[in-house]
């Protein structure tokens, strides 16, 4: 069961948050759903955005700026938190880059993470779950779409990546694109896994670009010049993966922005357009 | 001298934070300043925007999508921050709706406050000349307007209503009308201006309504109806303000909104072009 925590009318539509106890995660998780004016009438597709490190269900809602292009299109979107949290496990709350508010969208395999942090299974399975069960009559259960920022970019990637067919589309900002590679990824990637594990692999875009086999992804990607983190996105591997897999890429460098929700609002508009064009078909 | 504090790129202009030491404050004041495109190339005309009951100068700036409308039009948008801080000045910090966060856009006669508690004075002359100077080269320094929420708006009001000429328009989401006749409004000017003094009529738009005498005012007012501060906002008194003097109000009630950003964001084109109008004539 869901339990409404926030209601307010947005752009002739509803900007929600619920809570719910998820099974996936043993513990309370949050998330916000906005519902365009055409949900009162039809079934209207989902985007699932997942949030970059340190972010909760609040950042992307209150400044993105998502609900204006939402309600253009007739999307629904769905933006989880970034983490269990609460679990009282020791040093959860320590880095701003690794445990509360730095899941990574990975199921941990280390004894003391794989009880809760499962962000993996909870965006791609329990979260649909919910949505499609708890909102049947607004929902169009088959027609979903993913983004996300930075850590949710590289959640995005991987989401449509390791689950051809299940996304109709799928678009990131400023995505952490080898994870195996930088240092956010190594530390999240080793902590949650154990270190130099091969299932590190099964979490890097670059390395999953490289044996994906299924529907054409035409993937959207804008990445500011002036990113203070272009270090830890590596926009360039992402291009050459993409270029030796005959991926079809559209990566946008945006002259001048960097990593913050004025870059996201900005692009904002292009990327739900990109992901009404393949749900609204 | 201004220092600046912020920059980020967005809407292909600049979305900055300054800081300087203010003359009527006495204090370091902040203020956001969105500089469009167009003030690379040619002199803009300046919108200021008057915030809220506990906000800075960031809340504006990172939610309510400013950026956008004045990119389209070719608008500077300035947002100070909504009181003097850190003057330790005994209870300054102690309400939410008194001293810091709250300086209701009056000059304090009160002998605690009158020092730093200039806000009239500072938003209607030393700001503008502090933008003025500092960004000549950007700003057409005669063509100015003026916009805010809750006890912004009440401010933006005053400033247009008190100042025949100054501002080319003027528009409010969710104003306090009637300052008077409401609890935030009693507690506010009782406190700054002593109570019972007459001097609280020079700062409500009911009252300063009736003796306007000046260029034709073209009032854009948004008012959610559902607004959890209905009863401190009083939007039906200036209705009837309006209606007896005679002035332009276009006041639209918007069905099921509340009193938060979800709500100005929604509206703010239609207010940026309402000044836009008048501006860019």
Known sequence: ?????SSNRSFGGWQKVFEHESEECKCPMKFGIFFPPQAESKKCPVVYYLSGLTCTEQNFISKSGVQRSAAKHGL?????DTSPRGCNIEGEDD???????AGFYVD??????????????????????????????QVEPNKMSVFGHSMGGHGALV??????????????FAPITNPTQCPWGQKALSGYLGKDSDSHKEYDSCLLIKKYQGPKLDILVDQGTKDQFLHELLPEHLVRACGDAGM???????????????FISTFMDDHIAHHAKYLNL
């Open 1 to 5: 069961m869901t339990k409404e925590v």
């Open 76 to 80: 629904i979107i769905v933006a989880p």
């Open 95 to 101: 880095s701003y880059d690794f445990g509360s508010g």
């Open 108 to 137: 941990a395999t280390e004894e003391k993470w794989k009880t809760n942090y499962r962000m993996y299974s909870y965006v791609t399975k329990e979260l649909p779950n919910v949505i499609n069960k708890e909102f049947e009559s």
């Open 159 to 172: 989401c449509a990546l390791k689950n051809p067919g299940k996304y109709k589309s799928v678009s990131a």
């Open 248 to 262: 079809t890429l559209n990566l946008r460098n945006q002259e001048g922005y960097d990593h913050s929700y004025y």
